[in-house]
T-cell receptor, first 112, second 113 residues
Framework: GQQVMQIPQYQHVQEGEDFTTYCNSS?????IQWYKQRPGGHPVFLIQ?????EVKKQKRLTFQFGEAKKNSSLHITATQTTDVGTYFC????????????FGKGTLLTVNP | DAMVIQNPRYQVTQFGKPVTLSCSQT?????MYWYQQKSSQAPKLLFH???????NEADTPDNFQSRRPNTSFCFLDIRSPGLGDAAMYLC????????????FGPGTRLTVT
């Protein structure tokens, strides 16, 4: 079945440093979504990418979807303590059952 | 505000004692999902409803059942909870189809004693 791999599993940075998490799928994806889950909270939708090579920005966050639609990345510039949480990618590979396959997530901690 | 509500937020049950978790939504979304999330892991889809159509994941144990009596409500029944079923249970909704974001509820933390 479809697998979505995400690295790194953990990342600890000093406030102000940049952060990147990578997502790779074993199959071509129709779309990829990114979610953020704060400690003790629930996943919150950040963004969706659909087009090959797509790049989207939200303030300090930059999301990319690979040309082959099998990989994606989330880059945070100049991290802040409010960025702490687990970032999940989730992709849809096809079919009609509306199922997203989640990566295992990257836990970001930020040292002030 | 339109939202996804889960009750209770915390549930303690005994080994083997049936438990029901509830989810309601005011978003009028067609699709409702139940996920199981264990500590430091990704959400694992148990099943979902598209309207009244039930879709069970192949690896969801028979111990887990679900009901959706109407658009707004969905229930997760665990018939005989085991210690391994202790987890956060997340309900989510979406408008439908694969290209819509999912809205998650706050979750129910289930403890099995």
């Amino acid at each position: 079945g479809q697998q979505v791999m995400q690295i790194p599993q953990y990342q600890h940075v000093q406030e102000g440093e940049d952060f990147t998490t990578y997502c790779n799928s074993s199959t071509t994806l129709s779309n990829i979504q990114w979610y953020k889950q704060r400690p003790g909270g629930h996943p919150v939708f950040l963004i969706q990418l659909v087009k090959s090579g797509e790049v989207k920005k939200q303030k300090r966050l930059t999301f990319q979807f690979g040309e082959a639609k099998k990989n994606s990345s989330l880059h945070i510039t100049a991290t802040q303590t409010t960025d702490v949480g687990t970032y999940f990618c989730a992709g849809y590979g096809g079919g009609s059952n509306y199922k997203l396959t989640f990566g295992k997530g990257t836990l970001l901690t930020v040292n002030p | 505000d339109a939202m996804v509500i889960q009750n209770p937020r915390y549930q303690v049950t005994q080994f083997g004692k049936p438990v029901t978790l509830s989810c309601s939504q005011t978003l009028n979304h067609n699709v409702m999902y139940w996920y199981q999330q264990k500590s430091s892991q990704a959400p694992k889809l148990l099943f979902h409803y598209y309207d009244k159509d039930f879709n069970n994941e192949a690896d969801t144990p028979d111990n887990f059942q679900s009901r959706r009596p109407n658009t707004s409500f969905c229930f997760l029944d665990i018939r005989s909870p085991g210690l391994g079923d202790a987890a956060m249970y997340l309900c989510a909704t979406s408008t439908g189809s694969w290209d819509y974001e999912q809205y998650f509820g706050p979750g129910t933390r289930l403890t099995v004693t």
